[in-house]
């Protein structure tokens, strides 16, 4: 049961109550990176997260050095492992929830953006932040989806009118509508109207043999079960990682303001003599202090994304007279928004499901040439050592290369767990249409 502490907060979100109304316990609160801003669960003023996961057939010297669980609902992967917990909550702004459920060897579900209710999640960034849930197995993850948006007489009926990006029910409703197009999957054996995406443009560079082979497998079964793998490409992928960030750090700059020390937040003290008479020093010693290293990073990437005043460089105008005047907003920000919207249109031109929010759209009729779902790998690697991380100053931004342009385009992805022959967890992710969870639940469960 919930054990009330003064660190807990004074009511609990809509995800929770649902939770509880239906007889669920909440076990406790789960570690993870500061805000949700990491992929790898070592920014928390708890320590990292350790890998739980125990790969059989390895020599026990090197399993006990210690991995990382993903991040960031690090923690929430972890307890899902050992069947600590039936299922855990998580966030997914960029991949939080499928990134540590692949590095643990356990699912993870995105879910679509605006279906499940965030009012109470603390925000990281509005425009892409979702609750995820993780688990040993897909079913559990569908039960706990069907709480959080209870099916009723077959109309996908949640909408929470705290969260003013929960979607509406006539869209949820069209949503459902469009989703008679996809095929019909009954026979386990008999996969021959799925018709599965390849993405071309994920599989770059820094993805090895170790996740290839054991996705390559995925893809041969699924073949023997008759699916049909269609290669496609989302020639936009390549731009998804920088807009990503952009974009995130952005919006969390605005919405880390609010922690000021003041309304929100514990308020610092220094313990030596220091001037606090203007509210502006009380703040900055507060955010100084409370807020870590990675948080500071965003916090100053995004405000200098939003920040409309030219900047000279004084040295280049020197040099150049007729530079013209850079602005960040419209170089950064404004160019991000861009490219999330071609992402997004790459993802509609290649499902046969149309994307029931983009008003030109819903008129659309499917396509026969379309596919039903998208396959990639979840990560480029097997979980990291935490010793690789800190010397080798592994680039901790790429993990997020292949699962942050489903969040772009705000559409549901869920990772499922298999074995590299390393004896490491990998993920492959099955991604789909906006409003199209349960199918991807349904496909998800077949290939379980
Ligand atoms: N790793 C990404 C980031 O740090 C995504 C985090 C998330 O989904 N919460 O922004």
Redesign the pocket.
Known sequence: MWIKNAQDPGYDATVVNLLLENGAQILGKTNCDEF????LSIHSFFKPVINPFTPANVPPAKKSEPRSAGG?SGGSAAIATHKLCFAALA??????TRLPAAYCGVAGLKPSYGLISRWGVIA?ADSLDTVGIIASKVENIRRVYVILIPVESDVVAQYDERDPTSVPVDIRNAAHDACEHFPVLEDINDLGKLRIGIPQEYFPAELGDTVLKPFRRVLQALEQRGASLIPVSLPSTKYALSAYYVL?SAEASSNMARYDGVRYGMQYRPPYDADLSKTSDVYAHTRSFYFGKEVKKRILLGTYALTAESVHNVSVMEHIPNQPIFRAFDNYYLKAQELRKLIRQDFNNVFRIPNVLQSSNTSKTTTTQGVDILLHPTTIRTAPLLSEISDKGLDTYVQ?VLTVPASLAGIPAISIPSIADDGWPVGTSIVGQWGSDEKVLKVAELME
Request: no cysteine; charged share 15%.
């Open positions: 949700g801003m990491g992929s960031s966030t997914d702004t960029g991949g939080s990281f995130a997020d």
